[in-house]
């Protein structure tokens, strides 16, 4: 703006409820004058305070041994049928190649 226009931008800003701003520089007035989504996102969702109940029933549930994982059972009974017949696997570094290498 010219040196001239900038006092005068100034003072219409101030009665008309406007907002003066350098050139150049973005403002985010745009969206605050936007109304707040807040509402209409929260209707749009089901009650949130019964989604967050859910990983608390699973708790108890696991606790009190009412709900159990069959795919989680069955691998861990074939971990256990291995370890007894010693067929588990070794720790790093135990290895077959590593053994060859020793020799």
Do not use: H, W
């Amino acid at each position: 703006m010219a040196n001239k226009a900038k006092p005068l931008a100034e003072i219409s800003a101030r009665i008309f409820g406007n907002i003066v701003k350098p050139p150049g520089v973005r403002s985010p007035t745009k969206y605050l004058k936007k109304p707040l989504k807040g509402d209409a996102v929260y209707s749009y969702y089901e009650d949130i305070n019964k989604a967050n109940q859910l990983p608390e029933t699973f708790r108890v549930l696991c606790t009190l041994n009412l709900f159990t994982d069959q795919r989680q059972e069955f691998t861990d009974s074939q971990k256990r049928l291995l370890k007894q017949r010693g067929k588990f696997p070794t720790k790093k570094g135990e290895g077959k190649r590593n053994t060859k290498k020793k020799k």
